[in-house]
């Protein structure tokens, strides 16, 4: 086990997390709890699924990283379109809605507006049922504000420790934007894909340039992983396939490992000259002129 991580030993210690977190006393987290997981559980119960809660589940209270909150409410979905109306957010392409807090971006559904409800993929009754209808398995945790429990998958704990990401359910609203989630995820949380996720992976790229991929995640988020690639071939060769990568530890941990775990070979600058979030455009193999096969390993 990586002792740099804190990974929660229960899902009760996760539980535990997620209620600090919402009951903080900083000003962001008083105004997403007040300003929208109180009023929202006045329509219905309101289920926290995914980001937040997984973060807080696999790095810990203390060093859980700013994400976005996706919020499902057990209620009328009129009633929460009203409520979206009433704080000006904004419909998204899922049949759901966005707003943005100070320090937050929350997106919220009605428990039978979820895609995979509406696209038939998951017979979604109630909220337990929600862990079968993410992308990723690591996705695939809730907590509920109405009983303060948290419900994952099996075995959702041990997939965290053994730094597998692996498909939860297949289909999805958007190949390209989960694309570019599962090349992010692979590098940021330093974890391997399943076969399932490799082979979606390798599929996918198929389909879309990497020049489309750089843009998607340029467009979609802060930081950027895939632009350090020039191809497709050369971000499988350095982070699928490269063996310095495996085990070094999550993202804000990685680039002082490598520095110091690189073979000596390999000339690199000094950390503080260092403007990327990682250092994998200094990192080749010897071999350059070797052509990667995208279908290899699956």
Not at 217 to 236: G, K
């Amino acid at each position: 086990m990586d002792n740099s991580l804190r990974i929660a030993e229960s899902l009760t210690e996760v539980a535990e997390n997620v209620t600090k977190f919402l009951h903080t006393s900083a000003p962001s987290n008083r105004q997403l709890l007040n300003e929208i997981v109180r009023p929202l559980s006045a329509v219905g119960e309101v289920i926290i699924i995914g980001g937040l809660v997984r973060d807080l589940a696999f790095y810990g209270f203390d060093e859980r990283p700013v994400s976005d909150i996706d919020i499902v409410i057990n209620g009328q979905p009129s009633a929460v379109s009203r409520f979206a109306a009433e704080v000006g957010a904004v419909p998204n392409r899922f049949g759901g809605y966005g707003l943005q807090t100070d320090a937050f971006k929350a997106d919220f559904w009605a428990l039978s507006s979820t895609w995979a409800k509406r696209a038939g993929h998951v017979s979604v009754r109630g909220s337990s049922d929600l862990v079968r209808s993410t992308f990723f398995d690591w996705d695939a945790i809730i907590y509920s504000m109405k009983t303060g429990a948290v419900t994952a998958i099996d075995r959702y704990l041990d997939r965290l420790h053994r730094r597998v990401l692996e498909l939860n359910l297949e289909p999805n609203p958007s190949v390209k934007g989960n694309l570019v989630r599962a090349l992010r995820r692979v590098m940021m949380w330093d974890v391997r894909p399943g076969p399932k996720l490799k082979r979606f992976i390798f599929n996918a790229l198929h389909h879309h340039s990497w020049a489309e991929l750089t843009e998607a995640e340029m467009h979609a988020f802060q930081t950027l992983y895939l632009s350090q690639f020039d191809s497709a071939s050369e971000y499988c060769m350095e982070v699928l396939k490269n063996p310095y990568f495996q085990g070094v530890g999550r993202d804000d941990l990685r680039q002082p490992a490598l520095f110091s775990n690189l073979p000596t070979s390999y000339h690199l600058p000094e950390a503080s000259n260092v403007k990327r979030l990682s250092i994998l455009k200094r990192i080749r193999r010897r071999n350059r002129s070797k052509t990667l096969d995208l279908f290899a390993d699956q």
